[in-house]
């Protein structure tokens, strides 16, 4: 099918790249032409496993092409993806201005019937504006659709999650839009739901804010098990064989980040309230993630006692292994309270250093993770990257000027460490 995606951003991006990858003509818009020349040339400007070889490979066999203008993609193609950011506003609220934008050039641009597809997390109800919007600046009486079509990729594995989902969730309002997408996505073979627009746009937050509530509620036991000599990990295992609950998202650490997870709730906490429901779970969920980085800052403080002019060794920045996202990363408040501590920072990540020059004023930025622990006071680990697992622990202990490891995502067997003479401090589990 010919589709168009407007908005190349992490989520449309992967989206058209996936699209062409099964054969279809796909047109990837975005406003920054800048992007737009680079991604031209094949190179992405976002860390995603796979995606540049995927995004390379289809652009030599002209299934993808990248361009500026929303006009070309409409008349170019019959399936129109509004992928768009929808970033939170200081009330919390989703704004929405891109998306009505996009509604509106879309519209002004219609020459035949077309199928308008929100790919972008929106608030339950958007589609209705969308329609509306069409409806006002189409210039003369053309029919069109517009359905919901919700994204549930994680960063890192994002072309993973799009081929392989565990379900694909469509609202739709005609027979010809079902049709429509129902052949789009039949090549994927997953579940496919379909379902009413409201429903759909339903779904995703009410997924992402489930997902959340676990973290939440696992980091929750965490501290009972601080204050009960229970070990947090083997609570997870222990519920995650129940079925009706299982093993993921049930890993206690320093909490959620990323730009999904806290924009989403934000959203549908102010979306219940607007239908006059207050979603008190959902801001005890945000609460309790907020409180888990005070609980870990406050674990490093009762280690060092004295914080400030200590050299502090950091492993991980990004908001989970194999991104180089740093949005909302418990890391950087971690940091931010350290340094406004008198605290010396050396870090080592693997993929996002390159990005946050800039932003981490006074932050020491090492090669590889031994340079983090040199003539550091301890060890913090604050992203569980693979990397991580194997280390050295021998060259680590010369090298830190105490043998001190503060865990904050449980990637290491505290035994093993503490055989090896290491104060090993975890989250949930008997210090
Ligand atoms: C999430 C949703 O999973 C995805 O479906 C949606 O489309 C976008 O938001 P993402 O934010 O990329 O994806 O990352 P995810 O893997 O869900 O992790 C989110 C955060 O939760 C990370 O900060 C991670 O460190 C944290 N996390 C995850 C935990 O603290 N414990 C866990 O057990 C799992």
Known sequence: MNISIIGSGYVGLVTGACFSELGNNVICVDNDTKKITQLKKGLVPIYEPGL?????????????????????????????????????????????????????????????YRLIVEKSTVPVETGKWVKHTIQTYIKRKI???????????????????????????????????KEALTNLYKPIGA?????????????KHA????????????????????????????VSRGMGLDKRIGPGFLNAGIGYGGSCFPK???????????????????KSVREIN???????????KDALWIVKDKTIGILGLSFKPNTDDIRNAPALDIIYALQKEGAKIKLYDPSSMKKTKGLLA?????????EAC??????????????????????????????????????????????SGFNYISIGKKS
């Open 52 to 112: 540049e070889e995927l995004i390379s490979n289809n652009l030599k066999k002209k299934r993808l092409k990248f361009i500026s203008s929303i006009k070309e993609a409409v008349y170019a193609s019959e399936v129109i993806f509004i992928a768009v950011g929808t970033p939170s506003l200081e009330n919390g609220e989703a704004d929405l201005t891109g998306i009505e934008n996009v509604a509106r050039n879309i519209a002004i641009n219609m020459a035949g």
């Open 374 to 419: 040199r003539g550091s006071d301890c060890l913090l680990i604050l992203t569980e990257w693979d990397e991580f697992k194997e280390l050295d622990f021998n060259k680590i202990k010369k090298s830190l000027k105490r043998s001190l490891i503060i865990d904050g995502r449980n990637l290491y067997d505290g035994q093993k460490l503490k055989k």
């Open 191 to 203: 579940p496919l739901v379909v379902t009413d627009i409201e429903s759909a746009e339903l779904i």
């Open 290 to 300: 907020q409180q888990q980085r005070l609980f870990f800052i406050n674990k490093i």
């Open 264 to 282: 989403d709730l934000d959203a549908f906490i102010t979306i219940a309230e607007k239908t006059g429901y207050d979603f008190t779970l959902l």
């Open 207 to 234: 997924s992402n804010s489930f997902l959340a509530t676990k973290i939440s509620f696992i980091n929750a036991i965490s501290r009972i098990c601080e204050k009960t000599g229970a070990d947090v990990t083997e």
């Open 143 to 177: 029919r069109f659709d517009v359905a919901s079509n919700p994204e549930f990729l994680r960063e890192g594995q994002a072309i993973h999650d799009f081929m392989h989902p565990d379900r694909i969730v469509v609202g739709v309002e005609s027979a010809k839009a």
């Open 362 to 370: 006074g932050v020491k930025f090492c090669r590889d993770p031994y």
